[in-house]
């Protein structure tokens, strides 16, 4: 019979156990996961990042919902544990939901420290542990105004240094004298310091916290010297405690956190204890490296084998960009030690390797860092360095300078020396010969696939660039490092880093992207600017200037170009319906005009086709008086929503489609997308409408609606993948409507939405429109306000005058010469 | 200076030319990295207006399946047209990268933001000095 897993906590160190234990045991047990938090497993590392914008929650989610349901995984999500019964082997959240286990495995975490002072409690008060408190931090750096950070260590500095990013002005308070002196000693520090204070961040060390003031929200920080800095935001980040408070009270033995064996096995043979609660031979770990060492000795266990944890040593690097910086080891100064240092002011550098017995047990190393790995290879593995001694602070490439005989050093000459057992990835463990070996079976050639299939550089990502360089070695010349293709020549940036880094940086323009961004021409090319201005319209529809220059002729003139450099011209007839009175004007119109083709769509539409540009205003008028806008064929954006008659008239009929349609329609006209996007709503399963290889289509059934996507019948011929059921016309469209605007808001310029889908998975867009109401209700509003700025007739603006100069010739010359 | 036509001598070797120069409107009736159409007997005109406000015109035909330049995105000193994405130099009419052909490119002069364009005039030498 299968056996029952349960885990406590949904954090990093159990999301990897069971990848671990999934790979290595498929199917041995039916596991259930309790998290307190309301979501999945994301990247606690990269939070720092989010916070000052350079990612989203969306790109730090290390397992989607998907996941977990293609693992038959149960997840209770917001479930805090609240008792262990380990009579009964069995497990109750506060929320009533109770499991039986065989096998438990608390891994509560660890809790920030609050510091006992007067107004702790206040609002505006806020730990820096979880994305809840970055959401926190974020709605109150919304209005600016000033921050103070209690605590310089790693996640103070690095919380301080979001904040800035984000506009606050902001304070950071430190107890000791010098900053981070955990990792850093004072040289090494001082640089720091006056790394942040030249981004605008003012340090006070020997500051200690006497109390938080304000009436009823936090003011302001006094300080034990009398000192008071005003803020608006106090973010504590003095330090962590494990979370071990279940366990003790379940009766397991806790010192500072859930004792364990090498076996990570607690006091109690069915429970194991992982992550930040654990204490491991008198250690509690808070990097990840560890609890990612720890969790893959636990998955052995749990699978079988006889594993053992012997702890590890760390290192630190700090996530501040364009600040470098790297600590291992023990660097206090001690009977015994030998210390070798290297400092060069102008450049900013400074290095300094603690030796004991010719081994190193230290390395402190600011401004450059890339002898950091090699020098942590060599203390991990406790080397007699004494035959390097002489030049090992200048490093690596020295050293194989001097061996080789020669000055300059090849490009991944560094990384080629290292051993194959040399770590590479120092979250993941993953050393130089598991990548190489997994890019040789495997046959990877994309730093995506060495990610997936090694976990190099899936976590924090510093060691990307190491992970490029084993690869450029292994594969030679079939390495192709652009794995990220560029949007076009101008720059070396995807898409997505593009959209991303206008969100992050708040650009508002195109030559504002242009500058930022380090394009490579002056004004960019036909390929990156309707791509940056689609985005831009997208990101900021209410004060973006479209920047009509950078659109294709189409949507300038909102007509399509012909081969002839004519134009056709189709006016919207709102689910394919028309009547006597539209198709007369329609008639009149291709008369008086002399319109040479009238042509019926696959859309359900009439399309003019060999009009004159300098007749287009005209013929809009013409059309506008009968009632017509633009049909928008010519946009990437929302074309036309395709109808079957339905229960209106319709003996099969079980909806009103044709209703439905228009609705949509009249909904969802005017909206820009990243590239066109066709609707259809078919009456019943027999699918008159072709709802099935639209970008989004409705096929009616008795007890509701089925909405599909991701359909195609172009260059490529797809079916709809199934979106989900729902039950009434209004939850139709406001999950239409939301699935529309997640995709404008995520899909690359041109990416069709079955694209899209494939890129990012079925699975991903499902759980958030079908699944997440509070997410789903988002896409929809933030829809709902583009649509008050995009619904504006452009047919009929320009038939008032907008444009001009767009029809009509600057110049006539009736005489070539005189 | 006045929006009338006005003719030059311009003498090269031992040759000496006409050249016509016809008033066409000024250059704020351009949007930068835009154009507009001058028509003539002899078929439409393009004049570009690019971003750093340099002017330039060639016949409104790409030299590829003849679409109208005037209307295509204008980035640097090219132009993209609309039917197939040819790169079209805008100083020479030359089509860039692998594609090959010429569209006639005439010189336009700016004088103080009018505009003159001499149509007669023989196609500038595709090496611009730029």
């Known amino acids: ?818 | 200076m006045t929006d009338t036509t006005w003719t030059d001598t311009t003498c090269a070797d031992m040759t000496c030319t006409d050249v016509i120069w016809i008033a066409i409107g000024h250059i704020d009736d351009i949007p930068r990295r835009g154009a507009r159409c001058v028509t003539t007997p002899k078929g439409r005109i393009a004049v570009f207006r690019t971003a750093d406000d340099a002017v330039f015109a060639l016949e409104d035909r790409c030299p590829h399946k003849g679409g109208p330049l005037s209307v295509g995105i204008v980035h640097g000193h090219f132009v993209t047209c609309p039917l197939h994405n040819w790169n079209i130099g805008l100083d020479s009419g030359l089509a860039q990268g692998a594609d090959e052909g010429q569209a006639r490119a005439m010189p336009v002069r700016n004088e103080g933001g009018a505009l003159f364009l001499a149509l007669d005039a023989p196609p500038q030498p595709a090496v611009a000095a730029e």
């Open chain 1, 1 to 818: 019979m299968t056996q029952k897993l349960v885990i406590i906590g949904n954090g990093m160190a159990p999301g990897r156990m069971l990848e671990e234990l999934l790979e290595k045991a498929p199917g041995l047990y039916d596991v259930t996961i309790f998290n307190a938090e309301p979501r999945v497993n994301y990247d606690r590392i990269m939070l720092s990042p989010v916070l000052s914008g350079e990612k989203d929650y969306a790109d730090i989610i290390i397992h989607d919902e998907g996941w977990y349901a293609y693992h038959g995984i149960t997840l209770h999500k917001g479930a805090r544990v609240t008792r262990i019964d380990r009579a009964a082997k069995t497990v109750t959240a506060a929320n009533g939901v109770t499991a039986a286990y065989d096998k438990l495995v608390i891994a509560t975490g660890s809790a920030p420290v609050i510091l006992p002072v007067p107004g702790a409690d206040l609002p505006g008060v806020v730990a820096y542990r979880d994305l809840d408190d970055v959401l926190r931090m974020l709605e109150i750096a919304k209005q600016g105004g000033r921050a103070v950070v209690i605590g310089g260590g790693l996640l103070g500095l690095e919380a301080a240094y979001g904040l800035r990013r984000r506009g606050m002005a902001v304070s950071v308070v430190h107890l000791m004298p010098t900053i981070m002196e955990r990792q850093l000693d004072p040289a090494a520090a001082y640089l720091l310091e006056k790394a942040l204070t030249e981004r605008d961040i003012s340090i006070l060390t020997q500051a200690n916290t006497k109390a938080i003031l304000g009436q009823g929200k936090a003011e302001g920080v006094a300080l034990a010297d009398g000192r008071v800095l005003p803020a608006d935001l106090v973010v504590m980040a003095v330090g962590i405690r494990p979370s071990a408070r279940l366990a003790k009270e379940a009766g397991l033995t806790v010192n500072r956190g859930v004792v364990v064996d090498d076996g990570m096995r607690t006091s109690d043979p069915a429970i194991f204890a992982l992550g930040e609660c654990a204490e491991h031979r008198g250690q509690c770990y808070g990097l990840v490296a560890p609890l990612y060492e720890s969790a893959k000795v636990l998955a052995d266990r749990l699978s079988g084998g006889q594993g053992e944890y012997q702890g590890s040593v760390t290192s630190t690097k700090l996530k501040v960009t364009g600040v470098n910086l790297f600590s291992a080891g023990d660097f206090a100064d001690g009977p015994g030690r030998e210390e070798v240092v290297l400092r060069d002011a102008a450049a900013g550098v400074y290095k300094r390797l603690v030796l004991n017995e010719n081994r190193i047990i230290g390395a402190v190393m600011y401004g450059d860092v890339a002898d950091g790995p090699w020098y942590f290879d060599m203390l991990k593995r406790g080397l007699d360095v004494s035959h390097l001694r002489d030049t090992l602070i200048f490093g690596q490439a020295v050293q194989g300078a001097l061996a080789g005989g020669c000055g300059v050093q090849a490009p991944g000459a560094a990384v080629a020396a290292l051993a194959d057992d040399a770590e590479i990835c120092g979250c993941n463990g993953i050393s130089k010969g598991r990548i190489v070996a997994a890019i040789t079976a495997k046959g990877l050639t994309t730093l995506a696939e060495v990610r997936a299939h090694t976990k190099a550089s899936a976590s924090c990502g510093s060691c990307t660039g190491l992970v490029e360089q084993v690869m450029a070695l292994t594969l030679g010349e079939a390495y192709r490092p652009a794995a990220v293709e560029a949007v076009c020549g101008c720059t070396d940036l995807g898409h997505d880093d593009v959209r991303r880094l206008i969100r992050a940086k708040g650009l508002k323009s195109i030559p504002e992207v242009m500058q930022e961004l380090e394009w490579k021409t002056s004004c960019g090319c036909a390929k990156c600017r309707p791509a940056l201005n689609y985005y831009l319209v997208c990101e900021y529809p209410d004060d973006y200037a479209d920047d009509y220059q950078s659109r294709f002729v189409n949507e300038r003139l909102h007509a399509n170009i012909q081969k002839d450099g004519t134009y056709s011209v189709v006016p919207r007839m709102w689910g394919g319906v028309t009547s006597a009175h539209e198709l007369r004007a329609i008639a009149d119109v291709v008369d008086k005009f002399a319109i040479p083709m009238v042509k019926v769509t696959g859309g359900q539409r009439i399309d003019l086709l060999g009009i004159v540009k300098e007749d287009l205003p005209a013929v809009w008028a013409d059309l506008g008086k009968a009632g017509f806008v633009s049909g928008q064929a010519y946009a990437k954006g929302l074309r036309t929503v395709k109808t079957c008659v339905g229960s209106q008239w319709c003996r099969f009929g079980t909806q009103d489609s044709t209703g439905l349609g228009i609705r949509l329609e009249k909904f969802m006209w005017g909206s820009w997308t990243p590239a066109k996007v066709k609707l259809a709503v078919s009456g019943c399963p027999r699918n008159c409408a072709e709802s099935t290889c639209k970008d989004i289509g409705i096929i009616c059934v008795e007890s509701g609606y089925e909405i599909h996507f991701a359909g195609a019948a172009g260059l490529e011929i797809k079916g709809t993948e199934i979106l989900g059921t729902v039950k009434t016309e209004d939850e139709a469209l406001e999950h239409v409507v939301a699935l529309t605007q997640m995709y404008r808001e995520q899909a690359r310029y041109l990416e069709r939405i079955y694209k899209w889908a494939k890129r990012i998975g079925t699975e991903t867009i499902r759980a958030q429109i079908m699944d997440d109401a509070e997410k789903r209700q988002g896409y929809f509003e933030r829809f709902v306000f583009s649509q008050a700025f995009a619904q504006v007739d452009p047919w009929s603006e320009r038939v008032s005058g907008k444009d001009k100069h767009e029809f009509k010739p600057m110049a006539v010359i009736a005489e070539a010469a005189e």
